[in-house]
């Protein structure tokens, strides 16, 4: 019945997002919003140039959708049918909290995006202006996190269990440093957005396991939630694979970011979701990487091109191969996370 669930879920994503772009695309066409190719890229990007952004509105409006419709259904059949509900009404109410989380981080993006691509300013919202608005987000998040745990009596909200350090509790640090680790995770999901199907086809893999690990830990409402991500991000690559005929923009990428930290965060697996973003990570550090080496050696590069899909992309590799590439090592993230939550169960 749980895994029933998660499977409606995927496909209602699916199915909304991949039937949405049949309209949406054209529609994107033709009040044009398209994407305008900086110079800094990659120079036979150029070839891109007018291709439809801000396609992420198809998977949020499929993943929410589903999610609001699967979510419920879930719990209402569970109660039907006399089966046990393993969650506790707070880890039900943090699937909808952390999808609120996304959602809000997504119209970040869309802001973003439509002062690019209307307003015609190519940089969009200033870096300021989007780590202020995104860090006022996740305090709002985090907050009310604290409130449904302290409501409930929690006394182990702030404690990490750590490999090798067993469990740590941070005690008022824990706030801070999970709003860090949250920006800094939506950011470099936001970073993999640069080639066609990469960041849809990572996160796809993304969900998948995290649907899993979820049903592992008796957590169904994590795992439709993360089945409804992975359905979606299927979805749109239906129509975002290379060569791609729409982009999910910061509008979508944004919100893939919110929602993979919501899963991780409210299920309180923050090891496995520093494992699972880890090809995300690996994009911010090379930007960051970069930045340094280019200042500290006045003007040296230490990558070709950066975020680092794009070094690969200046090796000759194709987007096909960097995207198969960067989703086996997350296959291989995923598989580890699997291993590590059946051997502490």
Excluded at 168 to 178: A, Q, T
Excluded at 238 to 266: E, H, Q, R, Y
């Amino acid at each position: 019945m749980n895994g029933l669930w998660a499977m409606v879920s995927a496909i209602l994503a699916f199915g909304i997002t991949f039937i949405l772009g049949k309209w949406m695309i054209p529609f994107l066409h033709r009040i044009k919003y398209g994407q305008t190719i900086l110079e800094i890229g990659p120079s036979w990007h150029k070839k891109k140039q007018g291709t439809p952004t801000m396609g992420g509105i198809m998977f949020i409006i499929g993943i929410i959708a589903s999610i609001l419709i699967s979510v419920p259904l879930y719990y209402a059949s569970s109660s039907m049918m006399g089966l046990k509900v393993m969650e506790t009404p707070i880890t039900s109410l943090k699937v909808f909290v952390g999808l609120g989380m996304a959602f809000f981080y997504g119209l970040v993006g869309f802001i973003d995006d439509y002062i690019k691509v209307v307003k015609k300013q190519n940089q969009g919202l200033s870096a300021r202006q989007k780590l202020v608005m995104q860090f006022l987000i996740v305090s709002i998040y985090l907050f009310i996190i604290y409130v449904l745990e302290s409501s409930h009596g929690s006394r182990d909200m702030t404690v990490i269990k750590l490999p090798i350090f067993g469990s740590v509790d941070f005690g008022i640090l824990y706030w801070p440093i999970m709003a860090v680790i949250i920006v800094g995770i939506v950011n470099a999901v936001n970073l993999n957005d640069g080639i066609d199907g990469l960041c849809g086809s990572v996160t796809f893999f993304v969900g998948i396991f995290f649907m899993v690990i979820a049903s592992m830990l008796g957590m169904y409402g994590f795992s439709i939630e993360a089945a409804a991500m992975a359905g979606g991000c299927l979805g749109f690559l239906m129509w975002n694979f290379n060569p791609a005929k729409v982009f999910m923009g910061d509008t979508g990428s944004l919100f893939l970011g919110g929602l993979i930290c919501a899963l991780g965060t409210g299920m309180k697996q923050y090891v496995i979701l520093i494992l699972m973003a880890a090809v995300y990570i690996l994009e911010m550090f090379s930007v960051i990487l970069q930045v340094a080496y280019f200042k500290f050696t006045k003007g040296k590069r230490l990558f070709k091109m950066s975020p680092i899909h794009h070094h690969f992309e200046m090796c000759g590799w194709s987007e096909t191969k960097i995207c198969f590439t960067f989703s086996l090592v997350t296959i291989l993230c995923g598989i580890i996370s699997l291993i590590m939550v059946a051997s502490s169960r």
